[in-house]
């Protein structure tokens, strides 16, 4: 993948938010791929039901829902690419 190239692709992320009681935001408990879903929608089911589970049972909050997050691939691919460092050298004496 080269820097110019233009990425207009995008993905969904699914996720499961829980709202702690007092908190001034959600807290993110789960958050798979669509394409990770699609393979295994009973494994998704099964995190977010856990991960519901164990918050719930240590704090009282506003409930959970499941938000379908729809994000660009650029950035997420970008973070793969090669760090570039542009050398400077300075005389030594």
């Not at 001034?24 to 990770?36: F, I, K, N, R």
Request: with cysteine; net charge negative.
């Amino acid at each position: 993948m080269s820097d110019e190239e233009p990425m207009t692709e995008r993905v969904m992320i699914k996720t499961l938010w829980f709202w702690r009681e007092g908190e001034t935001s959600p807290e993110l408990l789960v958050a798979w791929d669509e394409y990770t879903v699609d393979q295994n929608p009973d494994g998704f089911a099964v995190a977010c039901h856990k991960a519901y589970e164990e918050v719930r049972a240590e704090d009282v909050g506003n409930g959970s829902r499941r938000i379908d997050i729809h994000a660009e691939w650029n950035p997420i691919k970008r973070a793969f690419l090669p760090i570039k460092v542009k050398a400077t050298s300075e005389a030594v004496s």
